[in-house]
């Protein structure tokens, strides 16, 4: 196995390295072959942050197309959202979310990951609440939970690709908005 790649997104992932930490997620089989489904993938949890996306997800432009299906009054509003939802708690959120679900759809084991996951999901999503200015907090709230809804279901497509049929079901839609609105 060897360590996934984000190619031409640094300035999206947040990573920490050391020479005591291990990178941590394993997006191919140790035959090197690239994993294309949910129910192959090996995902592995750091207390140091939140665990690289795929290379596969494109997102950067994921990102601006999902929030250009949103709508804003302003140009100006929507450049504040853009800019709420790139700050480093909110990409946190979303790429723990991101590995959650996959936790939750692969067929390994992966309880313990889940809890501390989910925690730190919910210390990220506060951190997010508290750095929105006040007066802009209920329009930026009203949409950040769909947004990130559209943005984790489409990083499923471009990561798992031969699991495609499985995230065109609204259930799978509704627990990833589900989760999205904790």
């Known amino acids: 196995m060897f360590q996934t790649e984000v190619a031409g997104q640094s300035e999206f992932v947040e990573t920490k390295t050391s020479s005591t930490q291990k990178h941590h997620v394993h997006h191919h089989h140790p035959h090197s072959k690239t994993v294309t489904k949910v129910e192959e993938a090996t995902v592995a949890y750091s207390d140091s942050g939140p665990t690289q996306l795929p290379a596969s997800i494109q997102v950067r432009s994921l990102l601006e197309v999902m929030v250009n299906q949103v709508d804003f009054t302003s140009e100006g509003g929507k450049m504040m959202f853009k800019r709420d939802f790139m700050s480093p708690p909110s990409r946190a959120v979303m790429q723990d979310l991101f590995w959650y679900i996959t936790c939750m759809k692969c067929k390994k084991d992966y309880e313990q990951e ?16 508290d750095r929105v200015k006040r007066h802009r907090k209920d329009a930026v709230m009203l949409r950040y939970y769909r947004v990130l809804a559209l943005v984790l279901v489409e990083a499923f497509f471009q990561a798992y690709p031969k699991s495609r049929l499985s995230y065109d079901q609204l259930a799978f839609k509704g627990e990833i908005v589900d989760l999205c609105g904790m």
Do not use: P
Not at 114 to 124: D, G, V
């Open 114 to 129: 889940k809890e501390k996951m989910y925690s730190r999901i919910a210390q990220n999503y506060v951190r997010f609440f």
